[in-house]
């Protein structure tokens, strides 16, 4: 395809948008948590469980699902999965037990992992090359939107509707987008497919990067899972003060994001951005779960917290291409980083759920995620003798 002659902004935002709905589906467990519990008669690791059934489809598919967006066109693989995140919204949404909500959840999560991957990519068709560091700058911010629009609507919501109300937001908001779509410009798939080149990932070092993500995925979406009703036991905080005290994090990630692509951009390796804020975040992670008592104290840390998150994603995808010995194969290594972002979103929530529930304390799940810390600051060392195309000075 043809650079653009002009950036088509509007394609551009709607695509973001898309990324947005895709965020509130999978950032509504978090503030649904202790109504979906009385309704639902569910434990602390099946709320686990619901907010990681959404990951399976991106576990299960990330490695091949760049082929997808040659096959589909990214427009009509943005469609797919808008479509399919309505669908699965709206059924989730009237779910009468567990197990057809976990259903739910897992169909929710093929519409997010079509949308993660056509998204971008239809942003890259549609921008020139000069353009191309604001548009996907842009588009890095489609979690932490998301995720801060799930928790700024959820007291709201839950006080008129229930869980219902707030787990239809997503499907509503796609199908807002989905009315979006005409008129952008098309981009055609490969008739045929292609073959899907995977022998970069016979090097260490895609593998480390995936292993980065994992250690990293796990411990954000386990203790966003549980933030807000940690909260409220902890501070005696009610629902709507306590989600909106959660929305710090994703709206401190927002500038953390920023951050990184400065220092990025002034050189800095990729893998220093993975140890910088892991080793803070030793300490953020235990005063905030274990030891905040007070409410300006616990808004400092969830802010800090955020903020040293931000910078993280940014390290990992800005590590990708330079992994890649030519530019073709940064698909299949940001595929297999992908499987690891879900891989740690399907074990974290559930297993810190189950320790919650046998221990009745944060001490264990705050120790497992310490070392999911660590195991990031190891997999940043091991990625700087991977090798690489470009050797930034820091």
């Known amino acids: 395809m043809q650079e653009p002659a002009r950036s088509h902004w509007r394609g551009v935002g709607v695509a973001f948008l898309a990324g947005v709905a895709a965020a509130t589906a999978l950032a509504k467990a978090s503030p649904a948590a202790l109504d979906l519990r009385s309704a639902l008669h569910l434990t602390l690791a099946q709320i686990g469980w619901v907010m990681s059934a959404g990951t399976i489809a991106t576990f299960a598919l990330g490695v091949v699902s760049g082929q997808l967006g040659h096959w589909r066109g990214s427009r009509g693989l943005l469609r797919d999965g808008l479509l399919v995140l309505v669908v699965a919204g709206a059924l989730s949404a009237l779910a009468p037990a567990t197990a057809w909500l976990l259903a739910g959840r897992g169909l929710e999560g093929v519409g997010v992992v079509l949308i993660t991957v056509a998204a971008p990519t239809l942003i890259a068709s549609l921008t020139r090359r000069q353009d191309i560091g604001l548009a996907m700058g842009v588009w890095a911010l489609w979690m932490p939107v998301g995720s801060m629009l799930m928790l700024a609507l959820a007291p709201l919501l839950l006080g008129a509707f229930g869980w219902r109300g707030l787990w239809s937001v997503s499907a509503v908001a796609a199908l807002a987008v989905l009315a979006m779509l005409p008129g952008l410009p098309r981009d055609v798939g490969l008739p045929s497919g292609g073959r899907l080149d995977l022998s970069v990932l016979r090097s260490s070092g895609p593998w480390w990067l995936a292993l980065a993500f994992f250690c990293f995925s ?11 009703t940690h909260l409220m036991h902890t501070l005696g905080l009610d629902t709507a003060t306590a989600t909106l005290a959660s929305a710090l994090v994703p709206a401190a990630i ?64 800005t590590q990708a291409p330079l992994l ?39 001490l264990w799940p705050v120790l ?27």
């Open 368 to 394: 497992l995620l310490g070392t999911a810390l660590l195991g990031l600051v190891t997999c940043a060392l091991m990625l700087r003798h991977a090798g690489g195309r470009h050797k930034p000075a820091h």
């Open 324 to 362: 890649a010995p030519r530019p073709p194969a940064t698909g299949p290594i940001l595929g297999l980083a992908l499987s690891g972002q879900g891989l740690g979103i399907l074990v974290g929530p559930p297993l810190v759920g189950t320790l919650l529930e046998k221990t009745g304390s944060w």
């Open 218 to 228: 796990s411990q954000f979406f386990s203790v966003f899972t549980f933030l807000p």
């Open 254 to 317: 927002i500038p953390g994001n920023l951050l990184g692509g400065v220092l990025v951009h002034r050189g800095w390796r990729p893998s220093t951005l993975l140890v910088l804020p892991a080793l803070p975040l030793l300490v953020v992670l235990p005063a905030m779960m274990l030891f905040a008592h007070s409410l300006g104290w616990t808004y400092l840390l969830l802010a800090s917290y955020g903020f040293l998150l931000g910078i993280i994603p940014t390290g990992i995808f």
